[in-house]
């Protein structure tokens, strides 16, 4: 244990504890201690301090008994023959570090100096704060919405975890391939600090590169405090999707040591300070390297490895700093043991999960195919493993170097797979993930699906070399490494010659039709047996998502044949078969097969569970539901709030709240998270009278999925049902829901009680 670490880390906190507490004073005699404080758009209070103290802090005054306790772990500075040999002196400063710093940003809000202000500045996707938010300034901390939508990626593994970048990098083309070196591996990456006035963010600004939300990179604020706002998620994730309550600190911290992968990367000169908020990181297990000359924490016990590294960037081994940059990264990745999965994508552009929401706009393109001006299809389908040559792109047809810069040309993109473990129901999954492929190569932007893709290649991409050739290259490079076990041979042809085009896209949609008609046959009394999701158990332990053909998982990214085709590619891994056996109450969606499991796969927290209701054993939920379902007794219905509703519910509560109770792997009757598909299904609540018992719904919903609700509304019997629905324009409290309802007839008023 490094003396000098100590000294500083304590020295650090002491500074802190006490401007926290000069600015609590002055914010509570200048505002008043009733000031409400809170961060936007989350259900845990100031999340740092809820998960490590279990306060609910609310407003200015509740943060005095946080100071309090963060003074209560303060150290006297070592000095003369003073010296302990233990760690705990500095974990307790670095926690004390964590709570001031957590003071501090609330009381900013207050200020209106959070988030940071920066003229000009856009962010691709961020924190959303209000509906009138001007823009021009960086993100501060992540709301729940992004918090849960990123879930489902650091369980499943595409997000292999979250670095956290303080300081300046020695340049701005260093900054620049660090951010590229993390992206290409899908970590998501929380920006903060500066050095001598100068942040990363400046650096990352003035190279052009995108933050946000939508390129895994989110820039906080320019100083170190902001920083904070990644152990604010940290702590999250395990109330979220770890089930813990807030207060229990020792299990949330011990949580995110096993399961979140996460380092701090400290760039330039470290201070008392980021000494201080370094050791609050490791609190967490998160180690810490820093490109400067500092003294190192080997031993493990803590973290898993090694506590604070030094790799000074002029002595890393390279030619030059690209390649230096390139090795500090990758030492991040194997102190802190992420497991990172790169396929090897041969295009001329930086290619990754991080530039999977990537906008190309208009001006910045080169050329597109589908959209307003043109058609774009794509198509995948079997064929036997001697009519497929693998690797093999074919462009038949011109280029688009004739077509006028902004202008669009048509374009088909067929893939022919072949393997033993192929099968004909894979294919639309196969094809589906087209989209992520090729959204994945910067510079390209992929919407829609089957014969409404849209393409985008922007001039950027294009002075690179990218061509349609590449398309087929990135195909074969992801199928192989994405679905080795079922797809052994992939051959990819892009047409654009007219006739051959309108030959494929008529095969092309005789396929989606065959699948369409499948699909709508493939009902949950057609199989005998279900699939297990289990893959969320690696953040929510005991949930179980049990997935039948007319009821998706809740998170909406693995429907029945997904877990199917999963179940094919790994046949030990998270989608078990779970064969019915005897049914038990087919209203309600008991079979012995799915309680058995049920309480396998729980690991004994649940009993039974009905498919089919709310009321009875509804399916447990972990973190990552896009919608909640949830009971309006005084309405004898239920209302559905979307993940991306930020308003107030009808319950008295936000989406965010409502979450805290939906989540969890409890069951809890009357509350049920969902995939937003699940509400078109004719099994939707069917044991509880179904669709018709929807007297609420957020109005992007409404919106988004229009035309299938509508398809719902006539299968009911009932064309103007949505109609009928209210939302969050129209009503916010039970009675004026009670009102609406009665205006408008909605037929819930007449069905049975629900209970
Ligand atoms: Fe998690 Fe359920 Fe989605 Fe599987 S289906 S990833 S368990 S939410
Ligand atoms: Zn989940």
Not at 29 to 56: D, R
Not at 366 to 378: L, Y
Not at 387 to 398: I, L, N, S
């Amino acid at each position: 244990m490094s003396r000098y670490i100590a000294t500083r880390a304590i020295r650090g906190s002491n500074a802190l504890v006490m401007e926290a507490e000069v600015m609590l004073d002055r914010a509570i005699a200048e505002k008043g201690a009733e000031t409400p404080v809170s961060f936007p758009n989350t259900a845990y209070y100031l999340p740092l301090i809820y998960a490590m103290t279990g306060q609910a802090v609310e407003t200015l005054g509740g943060l005095r008994p946080v100071l309090e306790h963060a003074r209560s772990l303060l150290h006297p500075i070592p000095s003369g023959k003073y010296w302990s040999p233990y760690l705990g002196e500095t974990l307790d400063s670095g926690m004390a570090t964590l709570l001031a710093a957590e003071t501090i940003e609330a009381i900013r809000f207050v200020y209106g100096l959070q988030p940071e202000p920066m003229p000009g500045f856009n962010l691709a996707g961020g924190t959303s704060y209000g509906p009138n938010d001007p823009g021009g300034h960086l993100n501060g901390p992540i709301d729940d919405i992004q918090l849960r939508s990123w879930g489902i990626q650091l369980v499943d593994g595409r997000m292999p975890g979250f670095a956290a970048i303080v300081g300046a990098a020695k340049s701005n083309e260093v900054a620049v391939k660090i951010v590229r070196e993390l992206q290409r591996r899908n970590i998501l990456t929380f920006l903060s600090g500066n050095v001598n006035g100068r942040s990363i963010i400046h650096q990352l600004q003035e190279e052009g590169v995108e933050l946000g939300y939508d390129t895994y990179t989110v820039p906080f604020g320019t100083d170190t405090l902001s920083a904070i706002y990644a152990l604010g998620f940290a702590a999250r994730s395990a109330l979220t999707f770890g089930g813990l309550k807030a207060g229990q600190a020792r299990e949330i911290l011990l949580y995110n040591r096993e399961r979140v992968f996460a380092f701090v990367l400290a760039l330039g000169e470290v201070d008392d300070l980021k000494y201080a908020a370094a050791a609050g990181a490791i609190n967490f297990g998160f180690p810490v390297i820093a490109d400067t000359l500092i003294p190192e924490i080997l031993p493990t016990g803590v973290t898993r490895y090694e506590h604070v590294v030094s790799m000074p960037f002029n002595q890393i081994e390279g030619k030059d700093d690209m390649e230096r940059a390139e090795a500090l990264v990758q030492k991040c990745i194997e102190v802190r043991g992420v497991k990172v999965k790169v396929a090897n994508v041969p295009v001329p552009v930086p290619y990754g999960s991080a530039f999977e929401g990537e906008v190309v706009r208009k001006t910045d393109m080169r050329v597109e195919f589908g959209g307003k001006h043109s058609r774009c299809f794509e198509y995948l389908h079997m064929a036997p493993l001697d009519q497929v040559t693998d690797g093999k792109v074919e462009v038949v047809g011109p280029d688009f170097s004739q077509v006028p810069p902004q202008g669009s040309m048509d374009m088909g993109i067929v893939v022919k797979v072949a393997g033993r473990q192929m099968q004909e129901d894979f294919e639309p999954v196969l094809e589906r993930q087209i989209h992520y492929f090729i959204n994945g190569a910067s510079g390209i932007q992929h919407i829609g699906q089957r014969d409404i893709a849209w393409i985008r290649i922007s001039n950027a991409a294009a002075e690179k070399g990218f061509s349609l050739e590449h398309f087929g290259k990135i195909l074969h490079a992801r199928f192989h490494a994405d679905f080795g076990a079922i797809v052994d041979k992939v051959q990819v042809t892009i047409y654009t010659e007219p006739a051959l085009l309108a030959e494929w896209l008529a095969k092309a949609r005789a396929a989606y039709d065959y699948r369409n008609k499948r699909l709508a046959d493939l009902t949950d009394d057609k199989v005998d047996e279900f699939y297990s999701c289990t893959l969320c158990q690696s953040f929510a332990p005991n949930h179980v998502c049990v997935v039948s053909p007319e009821r998706l998982g809740l998170c909406g990214a693995y429907n029945w044949l997904d877990c199917k085709a999963s179940y094919n590619i790994n046949p030990t891994g998270p989608n078990q078969p779970i064969k019915l056996g005897k049914p038990i109450d087919l209203v309600k969606g008991y079979w012995t097969g799915t309680n058995d499991y049920a309480k396998v796969g729980s690991h004994g927290q649940v009993q039974e569970v009905s498919m089919y209701s709310i009321m009875e054993n509804p399916m447990t939920a972990c973190g990552c539901f896009e919608c909640i379902v949830m009971l309006i007794p005084e309405a004898n219905g239920v209302m559905v709030v979307s993940r991306e509703d930020t308003s107030m519910t009808p319950a008295g509560m936000t989406f965010s709240t409502l979450a805290g109770i939906a989540g969890g792997g409890l069951q809890t009757p009357g509350v049920m998270g969902v995939g937003k598909f699940y509400l078109i299904s004719p099994k939707f609540i069917s044991a509880d009278g179904g669709f018709k018992r929807v007297v609420w719904m957020s109005s992007v919903l409404k919106e988004t999925m229009a035309e299938e609700l509508k398809a719902v509304a006539e299968r009911e019997g009932d064309p103007d049902l949505i109609e009928k629905i209210a939302d969050e324009r129209h009503v916010s409290t039970v009675e004026e829901l009670l009102a609406w309802m009665e205006e408008h007839n909605h037929p819930a008023l007449v069905l049975d009680p629900m209970f």
